[in-house]
Nanobody, 119 residues
Framework: VQLQAYGGGLVQAGGSLRLSCVASGSIKSVRNMGWFRQSLGKQRELVAVITSGGITNYADSVEGRFTMSRDNARNAVYLQMNSLQPEDTAVYCC??????????????WGQGTLVTVSS
């Protein structure tokens, strides 16, 4: 099982980016999927999480600006980031709780994608 995240880049303050994360491999089902971020010198923080049923929760710092969605058929999640600010600059990683076809459930992490917001 692999998670692949992409969509990061450089954007000016006030701009938008859309991140994508796709899980592939021997997947039977996927529970919660989440986006985390880590900026230089800070601890990793949860940005948003979505359940298999589509219920979302957001960090206070991104509430109202970021929207997480999910495509269960593709085992994919997306993070639409609007009104980006320099403090949103970080490496963003996706996470998924996956049950595989040998009935092993574990958390998987994708590689990070860098988001840089210039002032």
């Amino acid at each position: 099982v692999q998670l692949q995240a992409y969509g990061g880049g450089l954007v000016q303050a006030g701009g938008s980016l859309r991140l994508s994360c796709v899980a592939s491999g021997s997947i039977k089902s996927v529970r919660n999927m989440g986006w985390f971020r880590q900026s230089l010198g800070k601890q990793r923080e949860l940005v948003a999480v979505i359940t298999s049923g589509g219920i979302t929760n957001y960090a206070d710092s991104v509430e109202g600006r970021f929207t997480m969605s999910r495509d269960n058929a593709r085992n994919a999640v997306y993070l639409q980031m609007n009104s980006l600010q320099p403090e949103d600059t970080a490496v963003y990683c996706c996470n998924a709780n996956i049950l595989d076809w040998v009935f092993t459930r574990k958390d998987y992490w994708g590689q990070g994608t860098l988001v840089t917001v210039s002032s």
